[in-house]
């Protein structure tokens, strides 16, 4: 059966190499810190785990928009946020088109390819997409470059774009329920609270999370 699905791959990039210096265990103990990290996030973005792949993972979205903002919410929260998965970088790569479905679990298709070859190519912390997707970045993303790279085993170099957080000035809030960076250029929603101010959000799902949480007593 043939669909049309968005796909990323993100690998832990240096991991050979903080299971040489830090142990074994220390390794494992960032790749869980990573798996349940992006956990929270795909489950409240709605993307879905299609596989893990060892220090690795494939995601799988229906829409773009949503396996966008995850993948932007992840490099973040590694980059600039205090965890245990700042000890090592990771490498995204991210594109969308027709796939074949097979068996209900499995997907073939040029793009899955694709993605996977720019996950490779990406530098540590960089997140590679391709040009059909950019038009689904949220309010809160940019494209920091153009590039054109060739991938193994594609004859022609493909064009890709490096993606980021936008940058902000002074005036910045957070999400509450994300925590990621805003300001009123860049947020997606926004909504009074009970004292009439104004609080921003990255997306509409944020803001019904935030809405429906029971009042202060």
Known sequence: MRVHRSFSFVDVSG??????????EHAVDVLTAFRSLLRDICARRGVRIAKWLGDGVMLVCVDTPPLLATILELHHVVCAVSTPVQSVSIRSG???????LMEGDDYIGHCVNVAARLCDLALGGEALAVPSVLSDLPRWGAVLEHREVVLRGVEKPVATSSIGMAILGPERTWDPICGLPLCKATAEESAED????????????????WRRRPSPL
């Open 15 to 24: 991991f050979t190499a903080l299971t040489e210096i830090e142990g074994d």
């Open 94 to 100: 991210i594109t969308s088109g027709d796939v074949i």
């Open 194 to 209: 009970q004292q009439g101010s104004v609080t921003l959000f990255c997306s509409a799902g944020c803001l019904d999370t």
